[in-house]
């Protein structure tokens, strides 16, 4: 701990800390002994330049406010996003309950992916017989064995059951998006049913950060709730 010399008291007298301590103490110590708070000349912030205690106090509350408001505007923002994505899942599901075939349900998440969550690439692919009733093959909806060794290369996003932001590899590319893989910049992978037992869906972007690694993917799984079991029960 160091000293520094008060004016008036040698250093061994007080410190710093006590000092601090003692007006942690007395709130009401500068009311008491208003000369001294008028006397007090503190650095600008911004320039080189002094001001009074109250000064640099009342730029400190105007430095917190703007922060606040800053934070403020912040949860705003990602309040509206969030209730935006409730109203597509909201639509999504529609859509899903409208459908009368498993073919017309096929076609209405091709159609709302594109449609409502801007998802102009995307691939959905059933295993384990799912891809009965379908009209294959289809750009958007393809069948796919268990055991296809491309399949196997999403094992870890299987045994994992969560939605996955990012990138892929180039084989994985090509085997989820065929002659488009080249335009395809970053992927949201999903999984369907419990351990991919049903299938995958994968969306595809050609900007490189619209899917990444950081982003929430609360609402993916829920749309991978919504299609495996509407597949599982139509």
């Given amino acids: 701990m160091t000293t520094r010399e008060a004016r008036g008291l040698p250093a061994a007298t007080i410190d710093e800390e006590s000092i601090a301590h003692y007006l942690q103490l007395n709130p009401d110590f500068f009311e008491r002994h208003q000369p001294i708070l008028g006397r007090m000349r503190l650095p600008h912030a911004r320039s080189a330049s002094t001001i009074s205690l109250v000064e640099r106090q009342v730029e400190v509350l105007r430095e917190r406010q703007a922060e606040l408001e800053g934070k403020l505007a912040e949860f705003v923002a990602v309040a509206r996003a969030n209730d935006a994505l409730s109203g597509k899942i909201q639509r999504f599901t529609r859509r899903l309950l409208r459908a009368t075939t498993r073919q017309l349900m096929a076609e209405e998440i091709e159609a709302s992916l594109r449609e409502d969550f801007d998802a102009f690439q995307s691939t959905l692919i059933l ?103 509407a597949v599982v029960y139509r």
């Fill in 127 to 229: 295993t384990n017989g799912h891809a009965r009733g379908f009209e294959l093959p289809e750009r958007f909806l393809r069948a796919a064995e268990p055991d296809d060794p491309n399949l196997k290369s999403f094992e870890g996003l299987f045994a994992s059951g969560k939605p996955r932001c990012g990138q892929v590899r180039d084989t994985q590319r090509q085997f989820l998006f065929g002659a488009d893989a080249g335009e395809i910049g970053s992927v949201a992978l999903v999984p369907l049913g419990e351990h991919g037992a049903i299938g995958l869906l994968a969306l595809g972007s050609h900007d490189r950060e619209r899917f990444h690694p950081g982003m929430s993917t609360e609402f993916l799984a829920r749309m991978g709730e919504l299609i495996a079991d």
